[in-house]
Every structure is written in structure tokens, then in C-alpha cells.
């Protein structure tokens, strides 16, 4: 398939009188690895939720087509049978189940074992530290171990598209390189990433497009490189 995973229209979020979101367009093309940077409170994740269907229908105006069809509506579960995988802020594990449980209930829409046997083996590859912990609850990981189980969960289905919300939070600089570098490599191998960051230098050094958000609006769009040249992304977001 060519053409867009994603098309945001004319989106709009209010929760009560607060208008986070306030009128925004957005697309993602197949393989494309997006980056939305933007301040604290800029609407970033309100529109990750919008995307995944999973807000209070009253509150979203506008459309969100997902492979061509609206999620409006949606429970977590139709996402992943749909292939739209998220990895929240707060990484969104199952606590009470240990790691191995975890990354099987990130497959539970397939039924190729030994598929499903090959992908644990390859994020134990990626991840040693899970391999580790293999048998240990998921509640008692670190916060960047969980971010490793988050991120190879979620891969765990093949999915479509991947959204990531702020993955960087909270980790250790090496930590970071780490997720990063996973996410640059499965983005070579044809996933489609849209990806929230506040670090923006990392997200556009690893992007082919970005978008920048204030107060609920897109202010900027272009290719990541140019962006990262361009004197008000640099000002305001990469602190130069
Ligand atoms: P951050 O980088 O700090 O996570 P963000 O860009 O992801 O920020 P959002 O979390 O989308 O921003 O928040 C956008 C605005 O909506 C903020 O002003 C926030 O206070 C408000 N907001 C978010 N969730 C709710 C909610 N459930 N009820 C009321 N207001 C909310």
C-alpha cells in the first residue's frame, strides 16, 4: 500500500472549557518516521488520544482516518486487532504480569507461535536486561526497563503504525541512545512511527518529517533536516 497511514483533519479537543487541540491537520505517510515536538501542554498527547479513538467522542471535532477508516469510538483492544500500536506516557505495562506475559498479550492477534517465539527472542536480543527479568513482574521494572517491555510489546503485533508518546521521559542519557536506536531501526525496516518528543533535536535528527505544536495548533511543517537548520526551531526548541 502507498499513500497515508494517517490523515488528521481539522482536529479539535476540548476537555470542558480548556480547548487543547484547536483545529489541526497532519499526515503520515506509509514507512514515514514522523516527529510532533512542541512545549509542555502544547496538545501533543491529546492528540495521540484523539488518533487512537480512545477520547470521550463529544470532546473531538474534525476527522482522524486510520488506514482509511475513523477510530471514533475505540477500546484499546480494537486498536491492536487493527495494528495501531501506542506506547502511552507512563509506558502503559501490565504490572501483575511478568515480561514474558507482557510481550505474549502484545501478540495475542496472531496465532504463529513460532513467529511469535522469534520476536521475544529478538527483543531479549535487543533488550539483555528483559531477558534478565524474563519471569519478573512487570510493575517492579525500572522506569526505562519498562520502556524497553512498553516499546517491545507494542512491536509485538507488526503494527501498521506505531505511536510513541515521549519515550526519552524520564531515562538515563544512555538510555535514551538505546531507545532511540531501536527506533531508528525498526523505522528502516518499513514501520510507520509518529512519534511525540520534547527532546526535539533527537526526534528531528531521527525523523523524515516534522511538526511543530503551540497552544494546540501546528505553528510548522517541513522535512526534519530543514527543520533542524531553521532558526525558530532552533531558538525555541533545540535551545542553540
Ligand atoms: P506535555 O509535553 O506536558 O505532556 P502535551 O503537549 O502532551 O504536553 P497535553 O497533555 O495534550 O499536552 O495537554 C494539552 C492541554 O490540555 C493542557 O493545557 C492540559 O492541561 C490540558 N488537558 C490535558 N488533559 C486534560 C484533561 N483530561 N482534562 C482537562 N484538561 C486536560
Given at each position: 500500500?502507498?499513500?497515508n497511514v494517517l490523515k488528521v483533519s481539522g482536529l479539535k479537543v476540548a476537555y470542558g472549557g480548556i480547548k487543547a487541540v484547536k483545529g489541526i491537520d497532519l499526515e503520515v505517510n506509509k514507512g514515514e518516521l514522523i516527529a510532533l515536538i512542541g512545549a509542555n501542554g502544547a496538545g501533543k498527547t491529546t492528540t495521540l488520544k484523539a488518533i487512537t479513538g480512545t477520547l470521550p467522542p463529544?470532546?473531538?471535532e474534525g476527522s482522524v482516518s486510520y488506514m482509511g477508516e475513523s477510530l471514533k469510538g475505540s477500546k484499546s483492544f480494537h486498536l491492536v486487532e487493527k495494528k495501531l500500536a501506542m506506547v502511552p506516557e507512563g509506558r502503559g505495562v501490565f504490572t501483575r504480569m511478568s515480561i514474558q506475559e507482557n510481550l505474549m498479550m502484545g501478540a495475542y492477534t496472531r496465532d504463529d507461535k513460532a513467529g511469535i517465539e522469534a520476536d521475544i527472542a529478538r527483543w531479549f536480543d535487543v533488550f539483555p536486561r528483559l531477558k534478565e527479568r524474563a519471569a519478573q513482574m512487570a510493575g517492579t521494572l525500572s522506569g526505562g526497563e519498562q520502556q524497553m517491555l512498553a516499546m517491545a510489546r507494542a512491536l509485538m503485533c507488526h503494527p501498521n503504525l506505531l505511536l510513541l508518546d515521549e519515550p526519552s521521559m524520564g531515562l538515563s542519557p544512555?538510555?535514551?541512545e538505546k531507545i532511540f536506536e531501536v527506533i531508528r531501526n525498526v523505522s528502516k525496516?518499513?514501520?510507520?512511527?509518529?512519534l511525540v518528543e520534547q527532546n526535539a533535536k533527537l526526534a528531528l535528527q531521527a525523523a523524515d518529517r516534522g511538526y511543530v505544536m503551540d497552544s494546540g495548533l501546528i505553528t510548522m511543517t517541513g522535512n526534519a533536516s530543514d527543520m533542524?537548520?531553521?532558526?525558530?526551531?532552533?531558538?525555541a526548541y533545540l535551545g542553540e
Open positions: 500500500m502507498s499513500g463529544c470532546t473531538v544512555i538510555m535514551v525496516e518499513g514501520i510507520t512511527i509518529l533542524l537548520d531553521d532558526p525558530r526551531v532552533k531558538a
